[in-house]
Structures are given as C-alpha cells and as structure tokens.
C-alpha cells in the first residue's frame, strides 16, 4: 500500500512539472492572446451591459406635442402683425419675395417664440454638397453699456455668412474671395432643435451659384411647376400651379456602440472593410417585419418622439431584411419640406441613439453579404386645386390627363435614363447598386400589367375616338381595358415603379441627400411637360381637336419611350442582355458615369430650364469626383492600416503558437509527429500564404495609391482609383477575411458579424 502512494505520489508530481513547463512555455503567447483579445472582449462586454430605457416620453397623445418645436403659419399669427404674417403667407404660398421692411418684424416674433421654447441660438441651415447638413450658430444675446439683451434683426433672419472655403464648391468660389451666403428658405418652416432656432436656408457663392442642393432643387420645383401647370390647363382651366409631393422611406442599421467603436472601419469609413460573413444571416428570411428587439422599440419611440416635435410625422417602422437593419417612413409631404424633414431625421435618430448606446448606420452597404439600405422616394405632382396627376380619374378626361403626364414621365426617363442612374451613383452606393438585393444599375419602368396593356393598345390604335360618359375606365379609345386607382402590382427589382398614383424610386441610396436625386427628376420632368405641352398646341394650330391632339402626342412618347418600360425580374441575366439591346445605359462604374455631366443633352436642359448653369453642372462634376477619391482614398488607408496593425499581428501571434505545437509534438513522437499534427501544418501553411499575400497585397495598395495621387486631373483620379485602387482593396480583404476563419476565436480583435449584426 505504501509503495502504490508514493508512486501515485510520483506520478502526480510529474504531471505537475509537465503543466507547469508547458505554463511557461507557452506564457508569452498566453499574454498575448489575453492581450489580444482585450479590446474586442471588453466591447461586447460593454454591450451586454448595455440596458433598455426610454428617455424622451412625453405625456399625452401625439397630437397633444406634434409640431410643438415648429414655427408653423398657425403660431406665426400669435407673434406678428397681420402685415408681417401677410407676407410670409405669400412668400410661403406663392414664392413672393419678402420685403425687407417687415424682415424685422418677422425676426422679433421668431425671436420671441424661440426664447419662450428655450432657445438661446439661433442658425441658418443649409445643404452644402456633402450630402449632410452645416450650421452656424450664433447667440441671441449682445451686451449694451454692461447690460444683456436678446436681439435678432431682419438682416440675421434673411441672410448668414458663413465660411464658404471649407466645403466643397468645384471652383465656384474665387481664392481670395471665399465667401459663402446662406439665405432663408420661408417654403420650409424654422424649428428648434437642441435649444437652437434653426433656419431652413439656401447657400449661394459670393457671386450667386448654388454651392448646395437646396437652391438647384427649389429652381426645379419652379420649373416643373410652370410646365405642369401649362399641361395641366388642358384639361381644367382653374389649375394655376403644380406642386411636388415626397414621401422618404429611411433605411438604416443598428449597431451597438461598444461594438462600433471597437471597429475602426465602421468608425471613419460607415463600413467594415473587413469582415466574414456570419453563419447565420438573412438565409432564414426571418427577419424582415419581425418582432421589433425590445431595445430597438425604445430607441424607435424616443426618436419618433423628437421627430413629432419637429412635425414629421412617422407613420412607420418595422424590421427590414438583414439583421440589425430597420425601416422608418414618414407621411408623404411637399418635398422641399421632406428633404428638409429628411436630414433632421437623421440628424435626431443619431442623437438619440447615443442615449441608448446605439450607432445609426446610414451607409448603404455597411455588411457584405446582406442586404444594403436605400431610401425609396414616393414622387408624386398635384394641382392647386388638390388633384394628383399621375392618379387615374373617374372620367375620360381626367383619365387622358393621366395619360398625358404618365407619358411625359415615360419620355422623361427614356431621354434621361443615364443621367437619371447617374444622379444616385457614388461610392458608397455602387456597392449596393446592381446586385441582387436593390435595384439594378440601369433605369427601367414599371407600370404594372394593367398599365402596360393599355400602353400596347395605344402604341397599336388607328382610330382616335373620346366618348362622352363619365365612367371608371377609359374610354378614348375602344380597345382600351380599364384602368382603375391602384390597379398596379409589384415590382420590388424596379428602379423606377409605378405604385397606383406615384412613382417610387427605389435607387437612392440610404446615406443621400435625395435633394440632388429630385431636382435632377424635377428638371427632365420639367423638359419632357414643356416638349408635349408645345407639340398639341402645334396641332391645334393645324386645326387637330384638344382631345385628338393629346392623344397623339401621348401615342408619340409612348412609343418612342416604349424601351424604358420593363415588366419583369430587373435582377435578370435575360434582363441585362435586353436592356442592352435596347440601348440603355448602366452604371457599370461610377467616376465614368459622371461623364454624363457633359453631355450636350444635359447641360441644354438645365440651362433651358435654368437649374443649373453650365459652370454650377460642371462644379458638381468635379464635387462629386473629387468626393469619390476622398472617399476610397479614406477606405484603403483603412484597409491597410486594420491589416497590418489588427489582422497580420493577432495571425502572427497564433502562427507562433501553432509552430510551437508542432514542436512539442515532434518532440514528443518523433519521426512520427507528421501522424499527429498534419492538420496543423496545413493550416500553419494557410495562414503563412495569407499573411504574406495581405502584406503584399497592402505594399500595392499604397503604390497604387500613391501612383493615383499623382494624376492631376480629379476625373481621370477617380477613374483610377474606381479601378486600382479598388481591385486591389478586394484582394486584400479576400485574404483577411480568410485568415479571420483560421485564426482561434479569442484572438481576433476585431468585433465579428455575428456579433454586429445579432448584439
């Protein structure tokens, strides 16, 4: 017995020596991983800890604080003279300018209001070309002989200067005149936002171009509404002006902010450079108008909450397709004022997420392999005396007023189809465009079955006839099926779609100031209204019946626009071939796209509409080059700097451990290790393959780069860079994504897809 003890004794001293040599052994590489793994292990600590809450209840019904922190026509009469409210209701109403001497006025009673909200700033808020807002903000206090008091002139309200020489103006501005003037917009109300009276505004070089999108978008509004109303009149006299209607569908991911952060990608670029793809993603299609996570819902209610204050009135939310990934939609509303509503939604849904330790991603394509977000536009145009004119009616006149504008639209997107793709096209939003997951990258439109045949039935009639009876269907001509409201399906791979009494464009990407998007649909809108609106009073003067001339000026567009129309999969090989035969023009690459710009056809039309001069075309064209190369430039940097200071090291650090396993097993059985441990030597010599291919593929990355930056020209820049540089941004993620899948779990450190996109 007391043999057996002390060999078991023996024995067990010998297991000990043998752990604590293998302790010290593999120490070093035991830190290591510790160290490692710190960083990403503390985020999603972090964010396990995270809680659910709400922080912006209001009391009440909604009704009981919608629009409270707006400036609305109803208040304005509280705080000025009927003078004063006379004139904003005009320049509101009829796009009449103010005068300036009642400019004072009108800025002592939003003075007024906005001290009586809180407010101690107030700021101009503009769209420069950034597809962002910019404020500057300045106080309502001044001091006079030691004593304080509010004061806010006419000449503040009107006009602001700020800085224009650090946005983006394509040479509009001169080196040494760097001023930029930012003018209230009264078609869209002031509001108060964080304890600031913020003040809708236009931003127009020292020489008067548009240095943003509002200014462009309000000139095409003009125009569509003067060639609108010159159609509109031949079929009711009363119309006097046209309007455009906007309805913004927001889509958007949440990630966890612990999370985000431990991820510099997502941090400066929107998006994982890197990254495998998750085992479990939309596969199940289970996601998609799901049950809202619990911590989702209070962050949805908290910035809806702030969104009603400012008078936006959401009317949706639901999960969309990818995990993380949300929708919001407001009520459709004038469009400037939804562009405008647009971004202060997003400005109020980033605030408030930080409150529930949460990051609002805009970026169209944060994730590979899920789906990217846009932001579909509902457009529609209505009269002044309250009718929709892309609404079928419930007579044969209002119907041939239906047709008439459908077929201007038609002719529109034909003419324009590229400049039309082109409008959404950047960076960010090519990486979403043309897969099978969002719109395809060339412009088609869908009308729906019922739509299309009576197209057929007019592109094919010989005998032009108007019957005299009221009825739900048209009528002019005899072969004609029925057309009823919202008698349309479908079509979820459309760009362009039509939805009953509006068209849908599905394209625009989720991180967009849509502005630029809907003053380019305004103005080809605008030319294609003019064009038919000329041609029937050019028959009419041949002696041609109203209702017979319009329709074969409808017969005309329909016709030579039948190309644009497209009822089946957008997503289809079958459908690219066609498009192609047909001769439209897809976004295959975006700096090439641009080119569009210079197109006779474009710039003829902005001019003739007077948009866009040609030098405000052209400072677009370099803007949104230049912005292209910063973007990807941003990107690569990125890129190269997770590989060499995440990626190579945490692969290095477990190619070592896996060297020294090898070791120890050869030692241990010799000749025969191979036996043991081939596993390992296969993936040591996967890993070593990508460690060295990413530290190559890094070096040409930079070179590229580097040999990038030299070529003077930003257009023929952003062609390289969409090419090179991109292409071998690719390569190197294709080799760390690789080494994310051999490398053990505890040392990676970055936060992986799983843990995005399912925190």
Known sequence: MFFMFRFREHKDSIFLMKVSLIFIIFAPYLRNILQMATFRQRALNEAAMHQTGRYYEEAGPVSGYFGKNVLDLDKMRKYMSQKAYEAVLASVKFGAKLDRSVSDEIADGMKTWAIEMGATHYTHLFHPLTDSTAEKHEAFVSVSEGHAFEKFKGSALVQQEPDASSFPNGGLRNTFEARGYSAWDPSSPV???????????????????????????LKSMHALSVAATRVASLFDEAVSSVWVNLGIEQEYFLVDESLYNARPDLMLSGRTVIGHTSAKDQQLEDHYFGAIPSRVSSFMKDFETEAYKLGILLQTRHNEVAPNQFECAPLYCEATKAIDQNMMLMIIMQKVAEKHHLKVIFHEKPFDGVNGSGKHCNWSIVTDTGTNLLSPGKTPTKNLSFLSFYAAVLKAMHRHHFLMMTSVASLSNSYRLGGNEAPPAVMSVFSGSTLYRVFQSIMNMKDIKESSSAQESITIVNSIPEIFPDNTDRNRTSPFAFTGNRFEFRAVGSSQNVASAVYILNSVVAESLNEFRDEVDALEADGIERSEAVMKVVRRFITESKDIMFEGNGYSKEWEEESEKRGLRAVRNVPESYEVYHEKQTLDMFSSLGVLAPNEVEARFEILNETYVKKLQIEARIIGDICLNHVIPAAVRYQNILIENVKGVKEIFGKDYMNYCSAEIETLKKISTYINNVSVDVDALVEARKKANRIENIAERAKVYS?????????????????????????????????????
């Open 191 to 217: 509001f108060i936002m964080d304890g600031t009276l913020c003040i809708p505004s236009v931003f127009v070089s020292y020489t008067g171009e548009a240095l943003d999108t509002k200014a462009p978008n």
């Open 723 to 759: 090419h090179s540089v991109k292409d071998m941004m690719d390569k190197v993620r294709l080799s760390a994504d690789n080494l994310e899948m051999l490398i053990d779990d505890e040392m990676w450190p970055l936060p992986k897809y799983r843990e995005l996109l399912f925190f």
